[in-house]
């Protein structure tokens, strides 16, 4: 029986998947009303040179009094439609390969002095972080360039195309696999995070079970300590994975040869621009996403 609190049920595989589907999409409905201003914040941190060594709280500033409010909203509609459908994606995955894992005994076995993490848990993060990648790289990828105020089209038009139905024209193959731009910082940034953050989740429900199962702090704590504190962990290459996606100069460029430009440049300090604005999204964003998470899994799980 999984312990209570747990991300994943007893139930089969696919049952667990279908579980983590509904709540996934309600997660991700939830996540970028919550938390995409501070979301923008961070970006324009990350990636513009006029910021740097900035305070979160002066970019807001200068962002709401040059641009106004409806600036920190830019490019809200990407991440609200792609947040439901990878964040979905990314907890029907993890669910499913965590379910079928734990019936595999090498992996349903505690890893040595790892406080009795099992690798199925591991496993899961990994099939969630590839499945999220795949629909998040080119829906980030636009939400990024709309931040900035940059084109996401590789030939963009004399003037921005006014809806959709001027774009479907420019949607050529070349242009759909230029929409994969940062694809690489992207998985790893994905798979160090969800090994860091379901890990926490599986850890404080088996050493902290009174806190993690509190009625409602307790998926706060898991959605906003846990995230966050996973977050320190990846955003060295969240923030390489903004800047490729940003700036023309790192198009083609590997990760690696990225974060190499950007230490070089900037120095080590440079890769962490903007972590209080994305720590400060995620708490809450996560926190109030989790919280729904919960309320759907205790509903469905209520109607077995």
Known sequence: ????????????????????????VAYGLTSPVVGHPLDTVKTNMQVKPQYKGKSMIFVFKDMISSSGWRSIYKGFLPPLL????YRGVQFSAYSGACSYAESIPLLASPIPFMGGLHPSVIVGAIAGALARSSIESPLDYMKVRSQTGQSFL????SSPPANFK??????????????????????LRTAFLFTAFFSLVDSS??????IINAPT???????????????GFAFPLETVKSVVQADKKFEGKGTLTAMRTIVKEDGVLSLYRGFSAGASRSFFANGASMMVYQMFQKNLRSKE
């Open 1 to 24: 029986m999984a312990p209570a609190g747990s991300l994943v049920g007893d139930e089969k595989p696919f049952t667990e998947m279908v579980y983590g589907l509904v709540s996934g």
């Open 154 to 157: 590789l030939n963009p038009p």
């Open 82 to 85: 792609g947040s439901a459908a």
């Open 205 to 210: 429900v088996r050493h902290i079970p009174d």
């Open 217 to 231: 702090y307790g998926p706060f704590f898991k959605g906003g300590i846990c995230a966050t504190s996973a977050w």
């Open 166 to 187: 001027q774009i479907l024209p420019h949607l050529t193959p070349k242009q759909l696999l230029h929409l994969y731009s940062g694809f690489v910082p992207t998985f």
